[in-house]
């Protein structure tokens, strides 16, 4: 159901009922988005810069790819619909790989954004030339190197969104041994 969210309890709960993003975000519903993050062989993680039009973190770059989970969908299917309405790319579920689930919290802007949300690596490359990026949403698209990155998120998130949560698990996947052999499998 699109711009229909299901509503969750503080504890992750579903409760049955459906609202639309515009009354999740103005009272508060607990809601599930999904983001993910592609990082190419040579650990450049590709990030998204969002429209001069969004309520949130306008010009700001961002994680590759998000949004919300519609009603009935699952956080899988969430993502790969969203890598083709923001991006224009295919992507398959082998393409995926689950990394970890939080919870996360904004207020601001009028918008109450609370969160279960769900981060995956997206092990596809990429050819950015070939992206049809939605302008509504994506201003610019622009491959970041590690260390680029890990400066930004370091230097108080140095022209980032403010979702520190999405920011320290990208930390931690880059300065984890074990992200080589996931990007590299």
């Known amino acids: ?14 409760t049955g009922k459906v609202a639309d993003i515009n009354e999740c975000h103005k009272k508060g519903f607990w809601h599930r988005a999904v983001y993910g993050f592609i990082i190419d062989q040579n650990f450049n993680v ?3 810069k969002r429209s001069s039009s969004k309520k949130l973190w306008p010009n700001k770059w961002d994680v590759t790819v998000g949004g919300h989970v519609e009603a ?40 109450i954004n609370n969160h279960y ?4 690596l997206i092990t596809k490359n990429i050819d950015v030339s070939e992206l049809t990026l939605q302008n509504e949403e994506v201003a610019d698209i622009k ?3 590690k260390e680029e990155l890990l400066r930004k998120i370091d230097n108080n998130y140095d022209e980032l969104t403010e979702k ?8 931690k996947i880059l300065e984890s041994h074990i992200t080589n052999q996931i990007i590299n499998k």
């Not at 159901?1 to 579903?14: A, H, I, P, R, Y």
């Open 143 to 145: 491959y970041f190197s």
């Open 164 to 171: 520190t949560v999405s920011w320290s698990f990208m930390k």
């Open 46 to 48: 590709l990030l998204q």
């Open 1 to 14: 159901m699109k711009d229909k969210l299901d509503v969750l309890t503080e504890l992750g709960e579903f």
């Open 117 to 120: 949300d769900e981060c995956y």
């Open 72 to 111: 009935g969908e699952f956080g899988r299917q969430a993502l790969i619909r969203e890598c083709k309405e923001e991006l224009g790319i295919e992507i398959q579920d082998d393409d995926i790989k689950y990394l970890i689930s939080s919870t996360s919290r904004y207020n601001k802007n009028g918008i």
